[in-house]
């Protein structure tokens, strides 16, 4: 019994996997407010481009 809590402590494979998905959502966040911020930029220049254009 005390072996297989000695492998159950020892064990870091879920703590991997948790890391992986905090690392994902990190990127994942960071594309998300890049893709924002472009955006944004975007449709001010194509704005300014219509109105210039009129």
Known sequence: MKSIVARFIADESG???IEYGLIAA???LAIIEVIYALGTNLVEKLTALATALK
Do not use: L, P, V
């Open 26 to 28: 990190g990127i994942a």
């Open 15 to 17: 703590a991997t996997a």
